[in-house]
């Protein structure tokens, strides 16, 4: 069992920066990948970024390479997205999810998600 607590949004303007936070529970954490997925307003969530259990292996999906940083602190058991030069389009609800697969970019992949953290990018 994992639970999962995001932070750090709030409301940016267009090429700024934020990170994110997602704070997980349990002694298990580090055999978990990790991914990032938002949901904008009136659409459907979407695959955003993911990494390994140990840090190495990250993949994104293209609108976000480039720009954004997916990153692991097991010994905090932390999972980071550095949003970097933040356009209008990233406005979203942003939630970290957990899985015991890799390379998966499918919401029915994940097992744990958090409650999610808000982020908004204003023109």
């Known amino acids: 069992q994992v639970q999962l607590v995001e932070s750090g949004g709030g409301l940016v303007q267009a090429g700024d920066s934020l990170r994110l936070s997602c704070a997980a529970s349990?002694?298990?954490?580090?055999?978990?990948?990790m991914g990032w997925f938002r949901q904008p307003p009136g659409k459907v969530r979407e695959f955003v970024a993911g990494?390994?259990?140990?840090?190495?292996?990250?993949y994104y999906t293209d609108s976000v390479k480039g720009r954004f940083t997916i990153s692991r602190d097991n010994a905090k058991n932390t999972v980071y997205l550095q949003m970097n030069s933040l356009k209008s389009e990233d406005t979203a609800v942003y939630y970290c999810?957990?899985?015991?697969?890799?390379?998966?970019?499918?919401?029915?992949?994940?097992?744990?998600w958090g409650q999610g953290t808000r982020v908004t990018v204003s023109s």
């Open positions: 349990g002694r298990t954490f580090s055999s978990f990948s």
């Open positions: 990494i390994n259990w140990s840090g190495d292996r990250t």
């Open positions: 999810a957990a899985t015991r697969l890799f390379l998966v970019t499918a919401r029915g992949e994940y097992d744990y």
